[in-house]
């Protein structure tokens, strides 16, 4: 079983539409992030949930909205795509230990195309 | 404002020797560093971490150093092995904090 899965893998849109990217872990974490990945390879954090509450909201258009239906779930929904929206987008868990010593784990990834 | 840097995108190593990643950051409030391999198609994965209150870990043949008052750190792979070639991304973090920075990656190449 795959711990922290999203869907779709690809995406090819164009301009102006509305698409959604789900992501599921199985591995009972209590925080969910979401990271774009842009063309020089940057990885940068976008939003992170815990227990279904938005905790990080980096500088990220509104078009842009997460929505965390429980902790195992967080869904990215872009509104009216742009050119610069195609990245890599790739959702990740970590579980709080107790001793500062998170880590992420990460899904494999969803590639979004924008026409 | 990028504060976590890797300055290099690419090494090629020859099989059986020593890779060596390098990493630079320029907050001095991170206390806790990663570093993760992506195989293309894959997302990241956890290889090794450091905290700052050592200067080395070691987990087979990984081996993380910090410095911290220099604000760097470095990843060693020895033997390298084919299987090794990948992206490697640093990250790093305050302890017990749940925002994690990363660098742009270096893709590593061992030759057979």
């Known amino acids: 079983d795959t711990a922290v899965s999203q869907t779709p893998k690809y995406l090819v849109t164009q301009m102006g539409n509305d698409k959604s990217i789900k992501c599921e872990q199985n591995?009972?974490?209590?925080?969910m992030y979401w990271y774009k990945q842009d063309s020089k390879k940057f990885l940068k954090i976008m939003f992170s949930?815990?227990?279904?509450?938005?905790?990080i909201n980096e500088t990220v258009p509104n078009r842009f909205s997460p929505k965390s239906p429980d902790k195992a779930h967080l869904n990215l929904h872009i509104n009216s795509l742009e050119l610069g929206d195609s990245a890599v987008y790739f959702c990740?868990?970590?579980?709080?230990?107790?001793?500062?010593?998170?880590?992420?784990?990460f899904g494999s990834g969803t590639q979004l195309s924008v026409l | 404002d990028q504060q976590v840097k890797q300055n290099s995108p690419s090494l090629s190593v020859q099989e059986g020797r020593i890779s060596i990643l390098n990493c630079d950051y320029t907050?001095?409030?991170?206390?806790?560093f990663l570093w993760y391999k992506k195989y293309p198609a894959e997302g990241p994965t956890f290889l090794i971490s450091?905290?700052?209150?050592?200067d080395k870990n070691e987990d087979g043949r990984f081996t993380v150093f910090l410095n911290k008052s220099a604000k760097h750190l470095s990843l060693h792979i020895v033997p390298s092995q084919p299987g090794d070639s990948a992206v490697y991304f640093c990250?790093?973090?305050?302890?017990?904090?749940?925002?994690?920075?990363f660098g742009t990656g270096t893709s590593l190449t061992v030759i057979p």
């Open positions: 990740a868990s970590s579980l709080p230990t107790g001793w500062g010593n998170e880590k992420l784990f």
């Open positions: 949930y815990n227990n279904k509450e938005l905790i």
């Open positions: 450091i905290s700052s209150i050592k």
């Open positions: 591995l009972g974490h209590d925080t």
């Open positions: 907050n001095s409030m991170f206390d806790y």
């Open positions: 990250a790093a973090s305050t302890w017990g904090g749940n925002q994690f920075y």
